[in-house]
């Protein structure tokens, strides 16, 4: 393993627990921190690989859950692998299906052994052991790879909670044991909700097992802002310095700061295209909903500190325009906006680590976010 990856530390802000680092992998080297758009289906929805190439994009994330189920995993192995299906020759990091286990929990069946999935497009059964999650990846072949976790929902009682933790670690070791491939990065998942003892039990059990990199999930859940930063302050510290961590599902621009103030290194969301396809975009000054009157007659540009496609080209009416009209066109500008601001925000943010001024960034950006229009 040691051959294909390797994650440097650059930097270390003096103000926080920011880091700046770079981390080797087969397909690349990725600069973190990083934000991974999310390309559940092999796509990263409206966008092509060279559009997310343009904005800044090093690294993609997919779905091991949901390409199984279609198109399977053996026929995009025997096609030539994930990298080569969708045309992205940067590094690709797959889910477990993990976060499906909460997600689609009314689908689902659960133990010990393994998680039986009603499949939500046909009915079909799927099921997913931590033995199969890392079959489906291998053949993936994306270059990191997450072990099969209990994603448990916020408002679990403790009982439940320890329960998923222990499950957690326990198919963390068949995971391990079940790899054949050398060319990817297997990540553990640290989970037990926002309850610190479960999250130091469950990082204790995961750290001897000495995986490549750690991901903090179960966040994001439900739970508020505030509470998921409080459980960073206590997790992240459990987690080895020398290693990439992985904050799962994150999240607004905000939570990117406040993680990254943290020690989060890598982040995924799919807040970026999602809220594009639906007349939102983050800007500089805060949040856009494009569908609002005002914007009827603004000839500005939707961000005037942003150099996509939709910004240099085109005015707040003509955007909001597409959207009322139903074209299109409107979800894809804003899809590749959106992603663009945030390869932008990672980028600031890695700047502020490399110069110490984390906490200066920190305190003038969340001071132009307070509004929406």
Known sequence: MASAFSFELEAVDSGTSARAGRWSTPHGKVETP???????????KGLLPEQLRL???QMVLANTYHLALRPGSELVRDLGGLHRFMDWDGPILTDSGGFQVFSLAQLRQLDDEKAVFRSHIDGSLLELSPERAIRIQEDLGADCIMCLDECAPADDSPERLRTAVDRTTLWAQRCRDAQKRTDQAL???????????????????????????????GLSVGEPPSDMYRTLDFTVPQLPDDRPRYLMGVGTPTDLIEAVSRGIDLFDCVMPTRHGRNAMAFT??????????????????????????????????????????????????????????????????????????????????????????
């Not at 496609?309 to 894809?332: D, K, Q, W």
Request: aromatic share 8%.
């Open 284 to 373: 500089s000054t805060g949040a856009i909903r494009l569908r609002n009157a005002i914007h009827a007659r603004d000839e500005t540009p939707l961000d005037s500190e942003c150099c996509c496609t939709a910004c240099r080209r085109y005015s707040r009416a003509y955007l909001r325009h597409l959207f009322i009209a139903g074209e299109m066109l409107g979800p894809i500008l804003l899809s590749l906006h959106n992603t663009a601001f945030y390869q932008k925000l990672v980028r600031e943010l890695r700047i502020a680590v490399n110069s110490g001024t984390v906490t200066e960034f920190r305190a003038n950006h969340l001071a132009q976010w307070n509004r929406q229009t």
């Open 34 to 44: 990083a934000f991974m758009p999310v390309g559940t289906l092999g796509t990263v």
């Open 55 to 57: 904005v800044g994009v």
């Open 187 to 217: 990540f553990g998942i640290v989970q037990g909700g926002t309850d610190e003892a479960l999250r130091i039990r469950s990082a204790a059990g995961l750290v001897p097992l000495n995986f490549p990199g750690y991901a903090v999930g």
